[in-house]
C-alpha cells in the first residue's frame, strides 16, 4: 500500500515539475522576443499600478473645480496644466486609468463566460446548435462595433454598469469564434473519443477536457481584447454616452479638451497618447503571448 | 458559378433579416414607453396613447416589427420620426450618398496602401523599413479614431492651416471642394484599416514567398518585380481580400466617429442626434442601413473575388 501511495506522489511531483517547466519556458519566450516586448509589458504593469494607488499619487481630487485657475498652462503647481473647469489634468488623467481598466477587464470577463459557454455548444454540439449560434454570431459582426455598442449602451441609459455589458456583449462574438473552431478541431482527437469510450457524459468532456485546451488562446485573446475595449470605451465616452461625468476618463477628457484645442491641446492629446501606449501595450504583449503559448495561431488573430 | 452566387445571396438575405431582428430589438429590449421617453414627462396620457396608435406601438413586438419590415420592402417606408415629423426613409437617401461617398474613397485607400505597406514589408523583412512600418501599423492599430482626427485637425487645420478642419461638399456639387474637404476625414478613417491590411498582407506574403513556385520562378530568371507582383502578391492576396470583407465595420463604424468631428451631414451624424434625443426609430433606422452597408460590401466582396479566384468558389460547395 505504502508503495503505490509513494508512486502516485512521484507521479504528482513529475507533473507539477513539468508544470513548472513549461510555466518557465513560455516566460522565457515570452520575454525573449526583444525590448519591445518588456517595455509594453511595464508599460501595462505601470498603469494597473497607477489605477490601483490612484489617490495616493494624484496631486489633487481629480473631481474638484476652481474656476480661478481654469485653462491652465503646464506649471510647477499644475504639473500638466489644468482643464476649463480648473481641474487638475494630472490627476484626472492618472484617475481615468481606473475607468478604463476597470471597464474592460469586467467586459472581457463578460463576453468570456458568455462566449466561452456559446463557443462550445456550437464546436461539440454541431448540427442546430452551430447553425443558430454562428449565424447569430455572423448577424452581430455584420453591425459595426462602435454601433452596436453605442446603441446598446445609450439605450440602457449610459454609465459605468451598461458600458461594461455593451461592451461585453459586443466581444462575445470573438469568443464565440475561436472557441468554435478550437473545439471544432480539439473533437477529433483520441483524448476526446477515449474519455466517450469511458462513458465521461458530454459536460465533463466540454468542460474537463476540451476546456483547459483552449486556455492558451484564450489568454491571448482576453489580452487583445483589454485593449479593444479600452478603445471601446474611451470611443463612448468621446461620444458622451459612456461613463457620466464628472468621472474622469481619457475619452471624455479628449472630447473636452477637443474644444480647446487652440488654447491648450494637451488637454486633448495627453489622455490620447495614454489610450494609444496602453492599446498597442496590450496589442504587443498579446501577441508575445501567443507566440509563447499557442505558436499555431501566428498571424491569425 | 451561379451555385456560388446564389449560395452567397441567400447567406447574406439570412443575414440580413437577423440583423433587422437585432436592430429592432436593440430599440426594444428596454420597459418604458419610447412615446414618453421622445416627447417628455409633460404630455397628457390621451396624447400618448393617440401617438402609440399612430405609431402601431399598441401593438404586439411581433406585429410592430412585421410592420416595419412591410414598410421597407414594399415602399421603402422606414416610418415616421416621432420627435420631428420627418419621413425616415427620406432621410436615409439623403444622408446615405454622404456616407458612402467617404467610405468607399478610404476602403480604396486602405486597401492600396495597406497591401503595398504589407508588400514592402514582407519583401524587406527584417531591416529598419520593415522594423519601422510594422512598429507604425501596431500603434496605428491602438489609436483610437477620434485621437487621429483630433491630432490631424490640430496639426493640419490649426497649425500648417493648409486643411479645412470641418465641413462637407456633395461630390456632385462640386468634386473639387469634395476632394479639399473629405482629404482628412478619408485619411483619418484608414489609419486602422491601413494596419490591418498590411499586418495580413505581410504575414501571407512572408508564407509565399517562401514556397517552391516561387523559388521555380526566380530560378526561370523572371525578374524580382514580376516574381513578387505577379506570383506571389496573387495568392498571397486571398485571405487579405476575406479579411477586408471582414473588416468592413471598421470603416462603417468608424464613420460615426468622423462625421461628428468634421461636422459631416452623413448617417453617423443622425444616428448620434437621434441618440441624443432618443427619436427610436431612426436610431433603429440607421443601425439596420449601416450594418445593409457592412453586409453589401462584404457581398460585393466577396463575389467579385470568387469571380476571379475558382478556389473562393469551391470552398463555397
Not at chain 2, 509565399?208 to 513578387?228: F, H, K
Not at chain 2, 426609430?281 to 450594418?291: E, K, T
Request: glycine letters at 8%.
Amino acid at each position: 500500500m505504502e508503495d503505490k501511495d509513494l508512486k502516485l506522489l512521484n507521479i504528482e511531483n513529475v507533473q507539477k515539475d513539468n508544470k513548472k517547466k513549461r510555466f518557465r519556458q513560455t516566460v522565457s519566450v515570452f520575454f525573449g522576443r526583444g525590448l519591445i516586448a518588456k517595455i509594453c509589458f511595464s508599460i501595462i504593469v505601470v498603469f494597473i499600478v497607477l489605477a490601483i494607488i490612484a489617490p495616493l499619487i494624484a496631486p489633487y481630487d481629480p473631481n474638484i473645480q476652481s474656476l480661478q485657475e481654469t485653462k491652465r498652462k503646464p506649471s510647477s503647481e499644475h504639473l500638466l496644466g489644468t482643464d476649463h473647469l480648473g481641474r487638475d489634468v494630472l490627476s484626472r488623467i492618472i484617475y481615468g486609468t481606473r475607468v478604463s481598466l476597470y471597464a474592460s477587464v469586467l467586459a472581457g470577463l463578460f463576453a468570456a463566460s458568455i462566449g466561452i459557454f456559446l463557443g462550445l455548444l456550437a464546436g461539440y454540439y454541431g448540427k442546430i446548435a452551430s447553425l443558430v449560434i454562428m449565424r447569430l454570431t455572423d448577424a452581430q459582426l455584420s453591425i459595426p462595433g462602435i454601433v452596436f455598442t453605442l446603441v446598446l449602451a445609450s439605450v440602457m441609459g449610459g454609465g459605468l454598469k451598461s458600458i461594461v455589458i455593451a461592451i461585453g456583449i459586443g466581444m462575445i462574438p470573438t469568443y464565440i469564434r475561436m472557441m468554435n473552431g478550437l473545439v471544432l478541431s480539439l473533437k477529433e482527437n483520441d483524448f476526446v473519443t477515449a474519455a466517450r469510450l469511458i462513458g465521461q457524459t458530454n459536460s465533463l468532456i466540454l468542460f474537463k477536457h476540451l476546456l483547459p485546451n483552449c486556455f492558451p488562446s484564450l489568454i491571448v485573446l482576453f489580452t487583445i481584447n483589454l485593449g479593444a475595449g479600452i478603445m471601446l470605451e474611451a470611443a463612448l465616452s468621446f461620444l458622451g454616452v459612456g461613463i457620466n461625468p464628472p468621472t474622469a476618463t481619457w475619452g471624455g477628457m479628449v472630447s473636452d479638451g477637443y474644444a480647446l484645442l487652440i488654447a491648450n491641446p494637451l488637454l486633448s492629446i495627453l489622455p490620447g497618447i495614454c489610450i494609444i501606449l496602453l492599446v498597442v501595450s496590450f496589442n504587443i504583449v498579446g501577441d508575445g503571448l501567443r507566440d509563447a503559448l499557442d505558436p499555431r495561431l501566428r498571424g491569425k488573430l | 458559378m451561379l451555385n456560388f452566387i446564389m449560395k452567397r445571396l441567400l447567406l447574406t438575405l439570412l443575414i440580413v433579416f437577423l440583423v433587422s431582428v437585432f436592430a429592432f430589438c436593440l430599440m426594444h429590449i428596454l420597459p418604458g414607453d419610447p412615446v414618453r421617453i421622445a416627447l417628455g414627462d409633460g404630455v397628457s396620457q390621451k396624447v400618448v396613447d393617440e401617438y402609440m396608435v399612430k405609431y402601431n406601438l399598441d401593438k404586439p413586438l411581433v406585429t410592430q416589427y412585421l410592420l416595419w419590415v412591410e414598410g421597407i420592402i414594399t415602399r421603402g417606408d422606414f416610418g415616421q420620426s416621432i420627435l420631428y415629423d420627418e419621413d425616415v426613409g427620406e432621410l436615409m437617401r439623403d444622408k446615405l450618398p454622404v456616407t458612402i461617398s467617404l467610405s468607399i474613397p478610404s476602403m480604396i485607400l486602405s486597401v492600396i496602401l495597406g497591401v503595398l505597406f504589407g508588400v514592402i514589408t514582407a519583401v524587406k523583412r527584417g531591416t529598419w523599413l520593415d522594423q519601422g512600418i510594422s512598429f507604425i501599423a501596431s500603434i496605428g492599430l491602438g489609436t483610437p479614431l477620434f485621437w487621429v482626427a483630433i491630432f490631424g485637425i490640430y496639426l493640419f487645420g490649426l497649425q500648417l492651416r493648409i486643411l479645412p478642419i470641418q465641413g462637407y461638399m456633395s461630390p456632385s456639387q462640386n468634386f473639387v471642394q469634395f476632394l479639399y474637404k473629405a482629404i482628412m476625414p478619408v485619411i483619418c478613417l484608414s489609419v486602422g484599416f491601413v494596419a490591418v491590411i498590411a499586418r495580413q498582407t505581410r504575414s501571407n506574403m512572408l508564407e509565399v514567398i517562401n514556397q517552391d513556385y516561387i523559388r521555380t520562378a526566380r530560378a526561370n530568371g523572371l525578374p524580382e518585380r514580376s516574381v513578387i507582383f505577379k506570383h506571389a502578391l496573387k495568392n498571397a492576396l486571398i485571405p487579405v481580400i476575406t479579411i477586408i470583407g471582414i473588416q468592413m465595420r471598421i470603416i462603417v463604424g468608424g464613420s460615426v466617429i468622423i462625421e461628428r468631428i468634421f461636422n459631416i451631414p452623413g448617417i453617423g451624424s443622425l444616428l448620434m442626434r437621434s441618440i441624443t434625443n432618443r427619436d427610436y426609430l431612426i436610431v433603429q433606422a440607421c443601425v439596420f442601413v449601416i450594418s445593409l452597408v457592412t453586409v453589401g460590401l462584404n457581398l460585393l466582396v466577396d463575389i467579385s473575388y470568387g469571380i476571379i479566384d475558382p478556389r473562393i468558389r469551391r470552398s463555397w460547395r
